[in-house]
């Protein structure tokens, strides 16, 4: 059983979270339990993870369009599955977790492609970050 104590930790579960909830359709909730039943979480850190999952699912189509927007010559669809999460965990983070500069976000994301994509993707997905990271504030951030 995986001990969650740090955010890095509870990012990569969200990452699984959000890729057994594109390949399978089950319900947020039951792979909120199944994540949770393999792991233990400090208190800090669950919260942290149950708040980046459900945001993360709930801006999807937003942080998606964000993306698409900065694709050039690419269409959304022929980005790796792991990287388009990724950018759509982080994405969510920078925008809507005021507690995560979003430096630290793009770095983050950057080492968790690293880690479960190919070598080339943490370049692009730097530069994707990036250019959101230039755009907050003139972002129009969903308010619910």
């Known amino acids: ?45 669950s919260t942290f993870f149950e708040r980046l999952f459900t945001t993360t699912l709930k801006q ?5 369009a964000l993306i698409e927007e900065r694709l050039e010559n690419w269409d959304l669809g022929r980005v790796a599955l792991i990287d388009r999460l990724v950018l759509q965990m982080m994405i ?5 977790f005021d507690d995560v500069p979003p430096k630290v ?11 479960f994509s190919t070598d ?12 959101v990271f230039h755009s907050l504030e003139e972002l129009s951030v969903p308010t619910d």
Do not use: C
């Open 1 to 45: 059983m995986t001990v969650v104590k740090t955010r890095r930790l509870a990012r990569e579960l969200v990452l699984q979270g959000l890729y057994a909830e594109e390949m399978t359709h089950d319900s947020p909730d039951k792979i909120l339990e199944d994540l949770k039943s393999r792991s233990t979480f400090d208190d800090e850190s």
């Open 60 to 64: 999807r189509d937003w942080t998606s």
């Open 92 to 96: 969510t983070e920078m925008v809507f």
């Open 105 to 115: 976000s793009i770095a983050e994301g950057v080492e968790i492609v690293r880690k």
């Open 120 to 131: 080339e993707s943490s370049g692009f997905v730097n530069g994707i970050l990036d250019s």
